[in-house]
């Protein structure tokens, strides 16, 4: 065992043999622990810092020095309660850190003493339990600085700490932890990946310098909040990209977050993660005091959700989580399956804010070039003039105009390059519109270089070194790229010179990658050889192959060097031609469409300059191709071409156009309806509405248009694409021209259905209210990763031309922001879209985590890379809600018709259903497909609660029986408003980041609005109150009850059980889960009564509206509508409000299961209590008839005046009911479909026909009745 403690290689080993085979355990907070010992001031100084200068208090790391005893003590309580692993308490071990105490001298000392203290208490438990060996990882904290981040207001460029200073900081502290003896060096709770990749830079410079053998490295960063984002504003994806090179043993996530909160964002990095992933959430969010809530139980629980769907290989907590909490998840993942790394296919990756792979279906990676000082003029005007604002909008426009890398170069022998270099970047990564992009760090000078490279958080690449100054300063420079973790352009130079033909070429790169992967084993992906676009036509005949050659070169090289990637620039291929921009660029689009074709994977363009292959003039096109390919039939080509180009300079010096501006013009004379292909084909937007008004006059609607000639253009633009004739600067342009189309046409289109809708409020009489009703809501929004939206926009324009309500959400959408939105809006349909292949794993992920969280809306899926074939098989059965393909736009209307309308939905569904398990039966072949249990099979999956272990005293609720509560008093309910749904209800909805309440009120466009309307809703809700025109009664009942079967029996005296007085039937979920998670029912969180566990129940009913009829009929005889709605949406508001409140005191008063309970409104509508409440009518019990149960045995009409109608609905209609459940397991699901087998089950027990039960849930069942 010693020896394995001492043995790096085989300590690293043993951890990814552990990880494979169980999930290893963190420990916890031990700024939590330390709290609990309430130490004063004295206590951090001790006697030998009695009469140091400043306040250490708070400076935990100190502790090491003066209270270790403490220290020891917690690591000791850790590792019993069954921590793999501890910390070392060195969070705030670096010299930036320990400046803010004055104690940056001591850092070696700290670190030192911490790693030995930590290995002290490990090495003591592991002797006495051998079977499971304990591990200390040093803790490397983020530091108090941040590299990418400027702490003044004024002036974004500055930095308060520089790369060199993180580096020397965090190699002193890293220096400490070996000397201590760790086993690990964890880099944790990563805000700023810049930072993290310094950390990452001094551990391997220092076992590089020190030649000491490498430590596991484990790399843990932090989402700041529920954007999804680190604080300096990378996703997940991207901060993944920017910190793989340092190979770590695992990466994670880790604090600001909740258990729950992280869900999403560890799924990401879980799929796409290439090694072992760790989470250590914070126990919950913290409350309104900045302590944190959540249970040991309850923490365990969230983490074993994650662990069960395959996400963990070691979990641990953060603030807030003490030895209770690693306990508690100790026993919760025992027996739980480590997640298996995936196997990511090797590629390109490169990251800004967000993460970009290059992978085939990108085709070609447009690297902008106008950030290049030797490439633009005005750029470097702008530079020079020290104009960094504007220089800036010129990146900003090249990301604008496709480019998916910036190239970024200072070479100017007036400047001062490192400087400029380094302002730029610091400026530029704090614009998220420019920093969302990779980008290239390019010089001639590798010292500007690397000036770069500690400037940029995300994976960059670096352009370029060579062999030009021998194999010994290629290596040297080339490991310094490695060590930042960037990619490396290679030019093919050597010390012999630049390689012109296609032999020198090829020869020069095939070393340059067997010295890189032989000598630093650089990774072939990325690897990208510049084989050097020499200047073709100049006139000298040994030019005229340049560009062949390069061609030629490409896949020789490939082939030789498998994972490289090809790029070039392309200026330098027509630089004879300066001045002759249209004919430069002409020459650049038949370079590219042949190169393209050879492998060629990236280049460096005036990103949105270029024309498309087919859009050059005939004459000229095959002018060009000649002259790039070296070959005509009398070999006069570049003659020709140097004869044109003069022709053109003459034109140009006499002011007059060229030939293919003449060329151009002629299609002003076509049809209309080529008009407007040919304007969406070429990217052409100053004639689109003049031609879009034209259409109008000859189609019979505005929609025809949308549906025919546009329809046809975007097909023509999605073909070029895909072939390679048309790159994505110009699929943006006539993006663009399709959007410009269809603004103008919508205006029309809306007069149109206005003049429907008074038609048939003619026709039919209906009145104006009820004609003016959506037929349906549907929310539209392409996945996260895609930005691609115009087949999306015209399912919309279809949609709201047929009188439904559409919600965009736009592109990039999260599936956390399209189900925030369908649930906030009550959405009728989803509607996902995306065009590129990654976006179909969106896709199944998206309905993966519908089904979790219980959604049942249902959900179409489109665009180009979805087929019907894809749904059937992936998406649906991963997902209970309808899942239907829609093939393009015209089909979307019948689609979503058929979807809301109840006359036809089930039979569509059904009728969907079956076409896709005939797809998959085809898909499958043999395989039959199951997806649902019997009932029985479902109830031996239940629930499994140790009931024997809970301490049901604790729970003997203070109330037994009912309590009425009549004229409740208003004001008090009113702390309990959700705001949010007052908004919705006036339609009022802010946008990011301004949505909700209060932050609606910031809004630029609706703010001032939502700010009266609610001033007016205040002075409404006063006068309500001081009149009394509105009274809350409500009525909370507790019961003794034990869950018999799938019912829960109800009794009058706590000790009697024998005779239920009453029973509440609930229903199982059969659907077949994706993994092996319990099939519940709502009974599942109640005693059953063979346990011997005396169990409770509660129920409630509340309203607000009693007085409200009177109030509206007021308003009315008025003609007062706007306070008539008013006073109906408070009254909606207070009856909500006194459903929070009566369980807010449920669950600290009539029950008192939660007596110490803190927690402000704000967590309380997020359902962040123990405990739940649903209604009878919801997705946990969607049988309304459990209503009837509630009332009587309550009495609620007799105590309350609430009533139900024939439909079961509650009376006055301001008003909430629901059961109530303790049980700490218990939380909201959805029932989904259910079977034959259980409505007969549930007929029986409810002693109603079985057509009585399918009436009511006939939404759930899945079959036909």
């Given at each position: 065992m010693t020896d394995l403690f001492h043995d790096a290689e085989r300590v690293d080993r043993y951890l990814r043999e552990q990880l494979s085979h169980r999930i290893l355990l963190l420990d916890g907070a031990m700024g939590t622990m330390v709290q609990r010992y309430k130490l004063k001031e004295e206590d951090y100084r001790g006697e030998r810092f009695k009469e140091h200068v400043g306040d250490l208090r708070g400076n935990n790391d100190l502790l090491v020095l003066t209270q270790p005893a403490i220290i020891e003590e917690i690591h000791r309580q850790y590792l019993l309660a069954g921590a793999d692993i501890v910390e070392t308490n060195t969070f705030n071990g670096t010299s930036v850190s320990q400046a803010d105490y004055n104690l940056q001298h001591l850092v070696h000392e700290l670190n030192v003493t911490a790693a030995r203290l930590a290995r002290k208490v490990a090495d003591e438990i592991s002797l006495q339990q051998p079977h499971k060996r304990r591990f200390v990882a040093g803790a490397i904290g983020p530091t108090s600085k941040t590299l990418s981040i400027s702490p003044s207001v004024e002036d974004a460029g500055f930095r308060s700490v520089t790369f060199d200073e993180v580096v020397q900081a965090y190699k002193e502290q890293v220096a400490g932890l070996v000397e201590g003896g760790v086993h690990i060096l964890l880099v944790e709770t990563i805000f700023d990946t810049l930072n993290a990749k310094a950390a990452l830079f001094a551990i391997d410079e220092y076992f590089e310098e020190t030649k000491q053998p490498r430590?596991?490295?484990?790399?843990?960063?932090?989402?700041?909040?529920?954007?999804?984002?680190?604080?300096?504003?990378?996703?997940?994806?991207?901060?993944?990209?920017?910190?793989?090179?340092?190979?770590?043993?695992?990466?994670?996530?880790?604090?600001?977050?909740?258990?729950?909160?992280?869900?999403?964002?560890?799924?990401?990095?879980?799929?796409?993660?290439?090694?072992?992933?760790?989470?250590?959430?914070?126990?919950?969010?913290p409350n309104a005091m900045g302590g944190y809530d959540e249970t040991a139980k309850s923490f365990a629980e969230s983490v074993k959700e994650f662990a069960t769907a395959g996400m963990v290989n070691l979990a641990g907590g953060c603030c807030g989580t003490t030895p209770a909490h690693i306990q508690a998840l100790a026993e919760a993942l025992a027996d739980v399956t480590p997640r298996v790394p995936p196997t990511i296919p090797p590629a390109l990756r490169l990251s800004g804010l967000e993460a970009l792979v290059v992978t085939p279906e990108l085709n070609f990676v447009n690297i902008g070039e106008r950030c290049n000082i030797a490439g633009s003029i005005q750029f470097k005007k702008l530079i020079l003039a020290n104009n960094y604002d504007e220089a800036l909008s010129v990146a900003r426009r090249q990301v604008e105009s496709g480019a998916q890398i910036l190239d970024i170069n200072m070479d100017e022998g007036l400047l001062d390059g490192v400087a400029a270099m380094t302002k730029f970047l610091r400026l530029a990564v704090t614009d998220p519109d420019i920093a969302r992009v990779p980008l290239m760090i390019d010089s001639s000078k590798f010292h500007i270089i690397e000036a770069g490279l500690k400037c940029v958080q995300g994976k960059c690449i670096v352009n370029s070194i060579s062999l030009k100054g021998g194999e010994a300063e290629f290596l040297k420079q080339a490991s310094i790229v490695q060590r930042y973790g960037a990619a490396v352009v290679i030019m093919a130079f050597d010390e012999e010179g630049q390689a012109a033909d296609m032999d020198s070429k090829v020869r020069i790169c095939c070393r340059a990658y067997?010295?890189?992967?032989?000598?630093?084993?650089?990774?072939?992906?990325?690897?990208?050889?510049?084989?050097?676009?020499?200047?073709?036509?100049?006139?000298?005949?040994?030019?005229?192959?340049?560009?062949?050659?390069?061609?030629?070169?490409?896949?020789?090289?490939?082939?030789?060097?498998?994972?490289?990637?090809?790029?070039?620039?392309?200026?330098?291929?027509?630089?004879?031609?300066?001045?002759?921009?249209?004919?430069?660029?002409?020459?650049?689009?038949?370079?590219?469409?042949?190169?393209?074709?050879?492998?060629?994977?990236?280049?460096?363009?005036?990103?949105?300059?270029?024309?498309?292959?087919?859009?050059?003039?005939?004459?000229?096109?095959?002018?060009?191709?000649?002259?790039?390919?070296?070959?005509?039939?009398?070999?006069?080509?570049?003659?020709?071409?140097?004869?044109?180009?003069?022709?053109?300079?003459?034109?140009?010096?006499?002011?007059?156009?060229?030939?293919?501006?003449?060329?151009?013009?002629?299609?002003?004379?076509?049809?209309?309806?080529?008009?407007?292909?040919?304007?969406?084909?070429?990217?052409?937007?100053?004639?689109?509405?003049?031609?879009?008004?034209?259409?109008?006059?000859?189609?019979?609607?505005?929609?025809?248009?949308?549906?025919?000639?546009?329809?046809?253009?975007?097909?023509?633009?999605?073909?070029?694409?895909?072939?390679?004739?048309?790159?994505?600067?110009?699929?943006?342009?006539?993006?663009?021209?399709?959007?410009?189309?269809?603004?103008?046409?919508?205006?029309?289109m809306e007069k149109e259905k206005e003049?429907?809708?008074?038609?048939?409020?003619?026709?039919?009489?209906?009145?104006?209210?009820?004609?003016?009703?959506?037929?349906?809501?549907?929310?539209?929004?392409?996945?996260?990763?895609?930005?691609?939206?115009?087949?999306?926009?015209?399912?919309?324009?279809?949609?709201?031309?047929?009188?439904?309500?559409?919600?965009?959400?736009?592109?990039?959408?999260?599936?956390?922001?399209?189900?925030?939105?369908a649930a906030k809006e009550k959405v009728d349909v989803i509607g996902l879209s995306g065009l590129i292949t990654p976006s179909l794993d969106e896709m199944v992920f998206n309905a993966k985590e519908m089904q979790r969280r219980g959604v049942t809306t249902p959900l179409l899926i489109g665009g180009a890379t979805t087929s019907k074939m894809h749904t059937a098989v992936k998406i649906a059965p991963v997902y209970n809600g309808p899942t239907v393909h829609v093939l393009d736009a015209s089909r979307s209307v019948v689609v979503v018709a058929s979807l809301i309308d109840?006359?036809?939905?089930?039979?569509?569904?059904?009728?969907?259903?079956?076409?896709?398990?005939?797809?998959?039966?085809?898909?499958?072949?043999?395989?039959?497909?199951?997806?649902?249990?019997?009932?029985?099979?479902?109830?031996?999956?239940?629930?499994?609660?140790?009931?024997?272990?809970?301490?049901?005293?604790?729970?003997?609720?203070?109330?037994?029986g009912t309590k009425v509560l009549l004229q409740y008093p208003l004001a008090e309910l009113v702390p309990f408003i959700d705001w949010n749904p007052f908004f919705q209800v006036w339609q009022l909805r802010g946008k990011y980041p301004n949505r909700g309440y209060p932050k609606i009120f910031d809004d630029a466009t609706v703010g001032p609005e939502a700010k009266k309307l609610f001033e007016e809703a205040q002075e409404m809700l006063q006068e309500i109150i001081a009149t009394k025109g509105l009274e809350a009664r409500g009525i909370v009942g507790i019961y003794?009850?034990?869950?018999?079967?799938?019912?829960?029996?109800?009794?009058?005296?706590?000790?009697?059980?024998?005779?239920?007085?009453?029973?509440?039937?609930?229903?199982?979920?059969?659907?077949?889960?994706?993994?092996?998670?319990?099939?519940?029912?709502?009974?599942?969180?109640?005693?059953?009564?063979?346990?011997?566990?005396?169990?409770?129940?509660?129920?409630?009913?509340?309203?607000?509206?009693?007085?409200?009829?009177?109030?509206?009929?007021?308003?009315?005889?008025?003609?007062?509508?706007?306070?008539?709605?008013?006073?109906?949406?408070?009254?909606?508001?207070?009856?909500?409000?006194?459903?929070?409140?009566?369980?807010?005191?449920?669950?600290?008063?009539?029950?008192?299961?939660?007596?110490?309970?803190?927690?402000?409104?704000?967590?309380?509508?997020?359902?962040?209590?123990?405990?739940?409440?649903?209604?009878?009518?919801?997705?946990?019990?969607?049988?309304?008839?459990?209503?009837?149960?509630?009332?009587?045995?309550?009495?609620?009409?007799?105590?309350?005046?609430?009533?139900?109608?024939?439909?079961?609905?509650?009376?006055?209609?301001?008003?909430?009911?629901?059961?109530?459940?303790?049980?700490?397991?218990?939380?909201?699901?959805?029932?989904?479909?259910?079977?034959?087998?259980?409505?007969?089950?549930?007929?029986?027990r409810k002693k109603v026909p079985v057509e009585q039960v399918e009436k009511w849930l006939s939404a759930n069942l899945n079959y036909e009745v």
């Open positions: 430590l596991p490295i484990w790399i843990s960063g932090t989402i700041t909040d529920l954007s999804g984002r680190t604080l300096s504003g990378q996703t997940v994806e991207a901060f993944l990209t920017s910190v793989l090179h340092s190979n770590p043993l695992a990466v994670g996530l880790n604090c600001a977050l909740g258990a729950e909160q992280m869900r999403p964002f560890l799924q990401r990095l879980a799929l796409a993660c290439p090694t072992f992933v760790s989470t250590y959430p914070n126990a919950g969010l067997d010295l890189l992967r032989e000598k630093l084993d650089f990774a072939a992906q990325d690897i990208i050889f510049d084989p050097n676009i020499l200047t073709i036509a100049t006139g000298l005949e040994e030019h005229n192959n340049y560009a062949v050659d390069f061609i030629q070169a490409i896949p020789l090289i490939k082939q030789r060097c498998p994972g490289a990637r090809i790029s070039g620039g392309l200026s330098n291929l027509s630089f004879g031609f300066r001045g002759l921009t249209e004919l430069r660029e002409s020459i650049h689009s038949v370079f590219l469409y042949h190169a393209i074709k050879a492998g060629m994977d990236m280049g460096i363009v005036n990103a949105g300059a270029l024309p498309m292959y087919d859009d050059i003039p005939t004459e000229l096109r095959q002018l060009v191709e000649q002259v790039v390919l070296n070959k005509s039939e009398d070999g006069k080509h570049v003659e020709r071409l140097l004869a044109y180009a003069e022709k053109e300079k003459e034109r140009k010096e006499r002011g007059g156009g060229s030939a293919a501006v003449t060329v151009t013009s002629e299609w002003r004379g076509w049809p209309v309806e080529k008009r407007l292909e040919h304007a969406l084909v070429k990217g052409i937007v100053e004639y689109i509405e003049e031609d879009a008004e034209a259409a109008r006059q000859q189609f019979a609607r505005p929609l025809h248009i949308i549906e025919g000639p546009l329809m046809a253009g975007m097909s023509v633009v999605g073909d070029l694409f895909g072939s390679g004739k048309m790159f994505l600067p110009q699929v943006i342009k006539s993006a663009r021209v399709m959007k410009k189309a269809v603004a103008y046409l919508i205006p029309f003049e429907m809708r008074q038609k048939l409020q003619e026709q039919t009489g209906v009145v104006d209210e009820e004609a003016s009703r959506f037929a349906g809501t549907v929310l539209l929004a392409t996945v996260k990763g895609d930005v691609h939206d115009i087949g999306k926009n015209i399912v919309g324009v279809v949609l709201g031309c047929n009188n439904y309500r559409v919600i965009d959400l736009g592109v990039m959408c999260s599936c956390d922001k399209i189900l925030e939105v109840s006359a036809q939905k089930d039979e569509f569904i059904e009728d969907v259903r079956d076409q896709y398990a005939e797809l998959r039966e085809e898909h499958y072949a043999s395989l039959q497909d199951r997806k649902h249990k019997t009932l029985a099979e479902a109830r031996k999956k239940k629930l499994a609660v140790a009931w024997n272990e809970r301490l049901p005293a604790t729970l003997v609720p203070s109330l037994m003794p009850a034990n869950a018999v079967g799938d019912d829960i029996e109800v009794y009058a005296n706590d000790e009697q059980r024998d005779t239920p007085i009453a029973v509440f039937h609930t229903l199982r979920q059969q659907a077949e889960p994706e993994t092996d998670e319990p099939m519940l029912a709502l009974s599942d969180f109640v005693a059953p009564k063979e346990s011997g566990v005396r169990d409770y129940v509660g129920a409630f009913a509340v309203a607000a509206g009693f007085g409200l009829h009177a109030l509206v009929a007021k308003y009315e005889a008025d003609h007062d509508d706007f306070k008539a709605i008013m006073a109906k949406a408070l009254a909606d508001r207070l009856a909500e409000a006194f459903a929070e409140l009566i369980h807010q005191r449920t669950r600290r008063e009539f029950w008192g299961y939660a007596p110490n309970e803190e927690m402000d409104v704000d967590d309380m509508l997020k359902v962040k209590y123990q405990g739940i409440r649903p209604a009878p009518g919801y997705p946990s019990q969607p049988d309304h008839t459990e209503k009837t149960i509630m009332w009587d045995l309550m009495k609620v009409a007799e105590e309350t005046g609430i009533t139900l109608t024939e439909s079961l609905a509650m009376d006055p209609a301001a008003a909430v009911s629901g059961l109530i459940f303790a049980n700490p397991e218990s939380h909201y699901f959805a029932v989904g479909t259910l079977c034959k087998d259980q409505m007969e089950d549930y007929a029986r």
